[in-house]
């Protein structure tokens, strides 16, 4: 059954919507991943191995979960969208 509150419509545009955020996530993931690579070893300054590894790590962790979060968003919207529900009873 469909929510009152929300058409089909909505609910689909949301939920595409939502499949594109991690593809956003995953070239911002890029983008620290390039400007945080370590330097030469005849090159000053930047960042050494150790804060790089460190760094790689948190954001890995900070962008899967965001990632999980939006595609399961987006999959409750996308079966919202078609009429069916995916286990939320409080909608």
Aim: glycine fraction near 10%.
């Amino acid at each position: 059954m469909p929510s009152p509150r929300l058409s089909p419509k909505v609910a689909r545009l949301l939920g595409m919507q939502l499949l594109l955020v991690p593809l956003v996530l995953l070239a911002v993931y890029a983008f620290v991943l390039w400007n945080t690579r370590p330097n030469g070893p005849g090159e000053t300054g930047g960042i050494d191995t150790i804060h790089t590894a460190i760094t790689w790590i948190a954001f890995t962790g900070i962008f899967i979960a965001l990632g999980y979060i939006h595609v399961n968003f987006a999959r409750q919207l996308l079966s919202e969208s078609k009429g069916t529900r995916r286990g939320v009873e409080t909608w």
